[in-house]
C-alpha cells in the first residue's frame, strides 16, 4: 500500500525530505506567489506615492486614487501571509493522520487560491485602469512608472499562479475522493493495528475430534429399518 496516498501525501509519521517537499508543484507556485506579492507590495509601497513639484504631499502614482495604492499594498501584504500559512501546512500536512482533516485543508487549499487568483485579477484589472488614465501633468518627473507597471505586470501573473495553485489542491482533492482506500472509515496505517475488531470462529464450524459432527452421528445412530430382532437363549 506504499504507493496509495490519501489526498496528495502517504501515510502519517514519515519523515520530512525537503529536497522533495521544494521539488513538489505546489510549494514551486507557493514560493512564486510569495515572492510576487513581495514585489507588488515594495513597489507600491516604496514608489507609489508621488507629488508634483510644487506640492508637499504625495498622492497615489494611479491616477492620484489612494483606493488603487491601498488595494495593492493590502493585497500584497496578505498574499504574502497566506503563502506562509500554506506552506506551513503543507510541511505539516503528511503528519495529519486523520482523512478527514487532510480532507478540510485540502478544500481550503482549493477556495483560497481560487479566491486570491479571482482577487488579482481584479486587482489586475483596477491598476492597469487607473495608469491608463493616469495623467502626465501629475507625475511631470515620471517617477515611479517602472514601479507601477511592475506591480501591473506581476499582479496578472499572480492571477495564473495562484489559479495553478487551486487545480493543483483539487488534483489533490480528487485522488483522495476518488480512492477507495481513504473512505470515511479508514484509518492511518501507522495506527496502532490492536484496535482492530477481533473476529472468532463460529461453534457451528468446529468438528468434532471423530471427524463427523455429534449431531449427525447421533441421528444415523438408528433408523428403525432393522425392525426388532428376536435373542434366541
Not at 489526498?7 to 510569495?34: E, M, N
Not at 482533516?101 to 481550503?108: F, G, N, P, Y
Amino acid at each position: 500500500m506504499e504507493g496509495m496516498q490519501a489526498y496528495g501525501a502517504g501515510k502519517a509519521g514519515g519523515a520530512f525530505d525537503p529536497v522533495t517537499f521544494l521539488q513538489q508543484p505546489q510549494t514551486v507556485l507557493r514560493i512564486v506567489s510569495w515572492l510576487f506579492s513581495i514585489v507588488i507590495f515594495g513597489c507600491i509601497a516604496n514608489e507609489g506615492y508621488i507629488n508634483r513639484p510644487d506640492e508637499v504631499e504625495e498622492y497615489c502614482i494611479f491616477n492620484r486614487n489612494q483606493n488603487a495604492c491601498n488595494y495593492g499594498v493590502f493585497m500584497g501584504s496578505m498574499a504574502f501571509l497566506c503563502c506562509v500559512v500554506f506552506l506551513a501546512l503543507d510541511v505539516y500536512f503528511p503528519q495529519i493522520s486523520s482523512v478527514k482533516d487532510r480532507k478540510k485543508a485540502v478544500l481550503a487549499d482549493v477556495a483560497v487560491s481560487a479566491f486570491w487568483s479571482f482577487m488579482w485579477f481584479v486587482g489586475f484589472c483596477f491598476l492597469a485602469n487607473q495608469w491608463q488614465v493616469t495623467k502626465q501633468e501629475d507625475n511631470p518627473l515620471r517617477e515611479g512608472g517602472d514601479a507601477a507597471r511592475a506591480a501591473i505586470t506581476f499582479s496578472f501573473f499572480s492571477i495564473f499562479t495562484w489559479a495553478g495553485q487551486s487545480f493543483l489542491a483539487f488534483q489533490r482533492y480528487k485522488l483522495g475522493a476518488d480512492s477507495a482506500l481513504f473512505s470515511q472509515d479508514y484509518t492511518d496505517p501507522s495506527q496502532d493495528a490492536a484496535g482492530a475488531p477481533y473476529t472468532s470462529f463460529g461453534g457451528d464450524d468446529l468438528e468434532s475430534p471423530s471427524g463427523g459432527g455429534g449431531p449427525a452421528n447421533s441421528e444415523g445412530a438408528f433408523d428403525g429399518t432393522g425392525g426388532y430382532q428376536r435373542q434366541d437363549y
